[in-house]
């Protein structure tokens, strides 16, 4: 999904049910950071991708 249905959605859903949204996308996936960036996400925590 892109950044505008991603945007759709988070609207959506904050203005009928949700008082916040989470979201998770590693270090990575630069696409989707870029996407939760833009939609208006913010950076609260970090967590760790362990790859065995």
């Known amino acids: 999904m892109g ?3 991603s945007a759709a ?3 959506e859903a904050l ?3 949700y008082r ?3 979201s998770y996308a590693n ?3 630069h696409q989707a ?3 939760h960036r833009d939609v208006g ?3 609260v ?3 760790a991708t362990v790859m065995l």
């Open 33 to 35: 950071r870029a996407v």
């Open 20 to 22: 916040s949204i989470s």
């Open 45 to 47: 925590g970090t967590w």
């Open 41 to 43: 996400f913010q950076e």
């Open 3 to 5: 950044g505008r249905g």
């Open 9 to 11: 959605v988070v609207q």
């Open 27 to 29: 270090e990575l996936n």
């Open 15 to 17: 203005a009928r049910v």
